[in-house]
């Protein structure tokens, strides 16, 4: 899993590779050209590590999200009636520049959101794996079904929706985007991309290689800036047809109301606070290798962490105890260190949000562990030490609210009634993870989960054919495989017939 390069390879890539967004600003990308808002208007993005000043970063509006939406829709006819494997071919480009890429994006990606390259130097290839998955559909997304009658033939056919806007978070923001943005150009979209405002710098990586690779001016654009001015103008413009989300729920709450008088289509993953329900009859072993890794990487800033433990009594002390143990072995360190595990986390205000759930579990009667040290980490940096909290009950607000850090509350169940009415007494439903040695039960506890995706003694692992996404609050909708095309793209039916059907006569 480590990184193939050492520290000191990574921080002379990360030296020469981030020096360039020290002299230029980040740019908006519209219609093919990189362009500054009209305002004039900036904002500074800066690094996690040490708060070091990484990058001017122009500043979009309305105008600009209005040229970009244009453009994208000036593109459209030409992008959405090229061969499905000319579109194939062009996005293969896109992964084979990623793949070339990946170290720059990944040291890239490691100083802008704090996550460590033990992680995002896989997340950059798996950035690349999503364009070579969707494009390989591409030759096939506009194909139907044949549902034949008596009288007639209904065929289906599917056809892009239009120019669709993307809004993407800052956790992992490249492979997240590619996520997005790989999908809707297969089936034949054109895009207008608003990266998050706190992680800009990949977003700009990923806009130069698809022109690189391509892809023409105006199919994928790049607007920079804050959610309430170019996030919200993409939601309301009239030329983009749909909204692709990802981030918070109450964030996609405003965006379906912002996206209401132009009927917007959304789809929305939203957040989650995932159960990891542990029976007594699991593999230990493997139980907890999995919890520990499915909230202590990715510094748990993760939509689908198991950020909430349910064990059955009978092991729970036991269990609590390896727990801890092995959080305290989790290193803290420089994301570009390939042995740390966990970052600094993004942003100093998502930093004291995470600890100010420190406090509040004390409050509320739980117990805080905590795992390892940061002292002489960089100052100015938003290192946080990992934590357990042991003795809550479900009812808590640390077991109800999503922290999205490295922080995991374990709750005691008694049996699997309780485990299953636990882990459904909440707000979200994106995820939930089962470890129990009776196969029957792993069945049985999947059904009764009331999330969208469940593994059964397994941590999350991805099958991009599958479908991802949540219930409640935790989304609407679902991406992976054909469901991505389902979303970007309008399904039509005709029907034929053989005129052997009645047509009603009226009026003689
Ligand atoms: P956020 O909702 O604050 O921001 C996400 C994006 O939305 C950003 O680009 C932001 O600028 C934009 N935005 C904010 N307000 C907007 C508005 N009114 N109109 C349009 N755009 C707006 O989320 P975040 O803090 O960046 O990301 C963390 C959240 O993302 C967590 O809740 C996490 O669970 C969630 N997430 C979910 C998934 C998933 O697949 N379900 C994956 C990753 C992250």
């Known amino acids: 899993m480590a990184s193939a390069h050492t520290f000191d390879e990574n921080l002379a890539a990360a030296t020469e590779h981030l020096a360039r967004f020290a002299s230029e600003p980040v740019l908006h990308l519209i219609n093919g ?34 040229a970009a939406a244009n453009a994208a829709a000036a593109a459209f006819d030409t992008w959405s009636a090229t061969p499905g494997v000319e579109r194939k071919r062009i996005l293969h480009r896109v992964a084979d520049l990623i793949e070339r890429h990946a170290h720059q994006i990944a040291v890239t990606e490691c100083v802008d ?54 809004i993407t978070p800052w956790n992992t923001p490249f492979m997240l985007s590619t996520w997005k943005i790989a999908p809707a150009l297969a089936a034949g979209c054109t895009v207008v991309h608003k990266p998050a405002e706190w ?14 690779a391509g892809l023409p001016a105006g199919v994928l654009n790049t607007v920079h800036g804050f959610g309430e001015t170019a996030g919200q103008a993409l939601t309301q413009h009239p030329a983009i047809k749909a909204i692709a989300f990802v981030g918070e729920s109450s964030t996609g709450s405003k965006i379906q109301a912002q996206g209401a008088p132009t009927l917007k289509r959304n789809h929305f993953e939203l957040g989650g606070k995932n159960p990891v329900i542990v029976f007594d009859d699991a593999d230990i072993e493997r139980a907890l290798d999995a919890v520990i890794f499915m909230i202590y990487s990715l510094n748990g800033e993760r939509c689908t962490s198991s950020s909430r433990v349910l064990i059955q009594r009978s092991i729970h002390d036991a269990f609590v105890e390896r727990l801890a143990a092995k959080m ?20 100093d205000r998502h930093r004291a949000k995470v600890c100010s759930y420190h406090q509040l579990a004390q409050a509320e009667g739980a117990t805080v562990i905590t795992g390892a040290s940061i002292d002489g980490l960089p100052s100015g940096g938003n290192w946080v030490q990992p934590v357990l909290y042991t003795g809550a009950t479900n009812d808590m607000r640390i077991a109800q609210e999503e922290i999205f ?84 793209m309008e399904t039509k039916n005709i029907a034929v017939a053989y005129d052997t059907h009645a047509v009603p006569r009226l009026g003689g």
Do not use: C
């Open 405 to 488: 850090g490295p922080a995991l509350t374990a709750i005691p169940f008694e049996d699997e009634a309780d485990a299953i009415a636990i882990a459904n007494d909440i707000a979200y439903g994106l995820a939930g993870y089962v470890w129990t040695s009776d196969l029957g039960r792993g069945h049985r506890v999947a059904r009764a989960l009331d999330a969208g995706m469940i593994w059964v003694n397994s941590q999350n692992v991805r099958h991009l054919p599958a479908p991802f996404g949540g219930t409640k609050a935790s989304g609407i909708g679902r991406d992976g495989g054909d469901w991505s095309f389902d979303f970007y």
């Open 199 to 212: 992680s800009p710098l990949t977003a700009q990586l990923l806009s130069e290689l698809a022109l690189e």
């Open 328 to 347: 305290a072995a989790v290193p803290v360190g420089h994301p570009l260190d390939p042995g740390a595990v966990i970052g600094p986390l993004i942003h």
């Open 33 to 66: 050209e990189r362009v500054a808002s009209t305002s004039g208007e900036t904002f500074d993005d800066h690094s996690p590590i040490d708060g070091a000043h990484l990058a001017k970063v122009s500043s979009g509006g309305a105008q600009e999200i209005d």
């Open 113 to 166: 959101t704090g996550q460590t390259m033990r992680f995002m130097s896989h997340a950059a290839l798996r950035g690349a794996a999503n364009f070579r998955f969707f494009a390989d559909l591409a030759p096939g997304a506009n194909d139907g079904q044949a549902l034949p009658t008596d009288h007639h033939l209904n065929y289906t056919t599917r056809h892009a929706i239009g120019p669709v806007g993307v």
